[in-house]
């Protein structure tokens, strides 16, 4: 039987990481091109730059949930045997799944943090090329989020169907023995 703590406390840190990469794509740095008060260039301002902390405080509540849903499931392939069949086909798909989502809104969020994080320092003089205030585009930390939400529902299912297949496969770890070991008289 799949663990209740397991499944809420996994859930429970995917609704909050995706809860946070929302949040991150809200508040994303925007900038504005500004003159200096002797006009003689422009520069780059910043408004906040809370988004960063939002996409890393995401990335590491994912990765967070991603951890103890391995440990919980020993990662599909240590720990006892599972019983062959629909359930373990099921579970070894979604595992792949799993981590496929997991590592996509990974990126996502690792790359949206990295590039709010970065501010551009150059000035630009009059007359010469027009400055870029780069900032991060929009939709990288909502395609984290989506990635997020995607992770969250496949990792549940997961671990569903791979409790399904534990406890279908009963026995001694391993999936028992075959053969009766008794005392030879």
């Known amino acids: 039987m799949a663990s209740i703590i397991v499944q809420v406390v996994v859930i429970l840190m995917d609704v909050i990481a995706f809860g946070l990469g929302v ?3 809200q508040r994303r740095s925007k900038a504005t091109v500004t003159p200096d008060s002797a006009k003689e260039y422009d520069y780059c301002v910043y408004d906040s ?3 960063t902390g939002y996409g890393v405080g995401a990335l590491l509540l994912l990765a967070a949930a991603q951890v103890v ?3 919980a499931s020993r990662c599909f392939c240590c720990g006892r045997g599972l019983k062959p069949g629909g359930s373990r086909a099921c ?3 979604l595992f792949l799944f799993t981590w496929v989502t ?3 809104a990974e990126a996502c969020l690792l790359a949206g943090s990295v590039r709010n994080a970065y501010h551009t320092r150059y000035r630009g003089i009059f007359n010469g090329d027009p400055l870029s205030c780069e900032t991060v585009r929009k939709g990288v930390f909502a395609a984290g989020a989506a990635f997020t939400f995607f992770t969250a529902i496949l990792g549940e299912v997961y671990y569903l169907s791979y409790s399904k297949s534990r406890d279908a496969a009963g026995g001694a770890p391993y999936g028992g023995s075959s053969i009766g070991m008794g005392p030879y008289n």
Do not use: G, P, V, W
């Open 49 to 51: 730059d809370i988004a």
């Open 23 to 25: 949040a991150a794509e």
């Open 69 to 71: 849903l391995m440990t």
């Open 102 to 104: 997991f590592l996509i």
């Open 91 to 93: 579970a070894l798909i």
